[in-house]
């Protein structure tokens, strides 16, 4: 006889089927209010691919970035700006040294790890990213979450487990 209010044992693989698909659903909704969250209050989630900011940020940390006006930039600061000698790509480093120009502010910046230093300007009125946040580690989670392969995988497990869920509902009554 079974005590009321305790449910009946239908089978390991059912009860744990059904905590897994709760659980991939939880922690999707977390990861996208958590990234929704940042963008809505302005910051810009980037991941870090190289070690040329360690022992401060390593690779694979994600850095949370705001715009700024550049003049709100200060010496010790860790930004984020396009390197317009590497085809603007999108750059890390600490500024270790600025001077404010008539129509703009020019900036020198340098990875903790590096020796050579990058010169660039903004104009007095521009923006600069200035590194708010870092969280360890999960740029490899994200990055392997990037693959198209883990990706559909992923997305293809999480219907699994949802459409096992609601099959089990129906069949249960």
């Known amino acids: 006889m079974q005590a009321v209010g305790v449910p009946a044992r239908s089978g390991g693989v059912r009860l744990w089927l059904d905590r897994a698909a709760l659980a991939a659903v939880g922690?999707?909704?977390l990861a996208v209010g958590a990234v929704a969250s940042a963008v809505v209050l302005g910051y810009r989630p980037l991941l870090v691919r190289s070690g040329s900011m360690a022992p401060a940020i390593h690779t694979g940390d994600v850095v949370l970035s705001r715009l700024v006006e550049?003049?709100?930039?200060?010496?010790g600061d860790v930004v984020t700006f396009r390197d317009p000698t590497r085809d603007q790509r999108l750059i890390t480093h600490r500024v270790v040294g600025m001077r404010p120009q008539a129509q703009a502010i020019a900036f020198v910046t340098r990875g903790d790890a590096n020796t050579g230093e990058e010169r660039w300007s903004v104009a007095r009125d521009g923006t600069v990213g200035r590194v708010s946040m870092r969280v360890p580690k999960v740029g490899y989670v994200l990055a392997w979450i990037g693959l198209p392969i883990v990706r559909m995988s992923v997305l293809l497990l999480g219907c699994l487990?949802?459409?096992w869920a609601l099959i089990r509902r129906i069949w249960d009554g």
């Open 161 to 163: 487990l949802v459409g």
């Open 27 to 29: 922690v999707a909704l």
């Open 70 to 75: 550049a003049r709100e930039i200060s010496v």
